[in-house]
């Protein structure tokens, strides 16, 4: 029997606002099996980027418990938490986060060059091929357009062959061809990997492509 990847347990997240406490989420439970795909939908401001970001410990849960991998995410603090995620989850952002001092090859090694491993570069160049930038290694970020940018950040995000794959919208910015080159690079990483693939989009035919669907709306959950 396969066991929960990502467990979150009546999670809530509550950040102060401009006119006081605001509630995003709303005591969510979630159990997404190892291997699955989900896709998160909603309106825009309904929270599915803030759920994203508590499923990568990038944000902390206000109530409830969070589990990646049967690890609890609430008991770590920062550095055993940037180990975990740097180990077990990549992450794709809408807007790329690109260390824009480093070349494209620089920035999908370094994952691999803070666990110290000595191929970082040789498997960062292979990473970039992958994804069709052979020719944009020694590329800075503001020389690379915005579909190579995403797909650079793709491959900084998969290098290490994470269980679990976050991806924020990582088509919202791209044209209909780098939209689809990222969409089935991310798919084709679930379906070889195994990986744990959870997107969050307004695409509801790229929501489509996954095996369960989850709506969020007003801070609250909703499976399809």
């Known amino acids: 029997m396969k066991r929960p990847s990502i467990l979150l347990e009546n999670v809530s997240l509550s950040l102060n606002g401009n006119a006081g406490i605001v509630d995003i989420l709303k005591g969510i439970s979630i159990d997404i099996q190892e291997g699955e795909s989900i896709g998160i939908v909603g309106p825009s401001g309904s929270g599915k980027s803030s759920l994203l970001m508590l499923m990568g410990g990038l944000e902390r ?17 920062e550095n055993k938490l940037a ?23 620089e920035n999908v090694a370094i994952p691999l060059e803070l666990s110290g491993n000595k191929d970082a ?7 970039l091929i992958k994804v069709g930038l052979e020719n944009r290694l020694s590329h800075f970020p503001s020389q690379l357009s915005g579909g190579e940018q995403q797909r650079t950040a793709l491959a900084r995000a998969v290098i290490a062959n994470p269980k679990i794959l ?22 084709e990483l679930h379906s070889e990997n195994k990986a744990t693939l959870v997107l969050v989009t ?21 499976t399809q």
């Open 61 to 77: 849960i206000t109530s409830g418990k969070i589990s990646l991998l049967g690890e609890n995410l609430h008991e770590m603090n």
């Open 166 to 187: 976050l991806a924020d919208e990582p088509t919202g910015n791209l044209d209909i061809e780098n939209g689809k080159i990222v969409a089935d690079y991310l798919f």
């Open 202 to 222: 307004h695409d509801l035919e790229l929501a489509d492509r996954c095996e369960r669907k989850i709506k969020i709306s007003d801070g609250d959950i909703f």
């Open 121 to 127: 570069f040789d498997l960062a160049e292979k990473a």
């Open 83 to 105: 180990s975990f995620r740097r180990t077990n989850v990549g992450i794709i952002f809408q807007s790329f986060h690109l260390i824009p001092t480093m070349t494209a090859l």
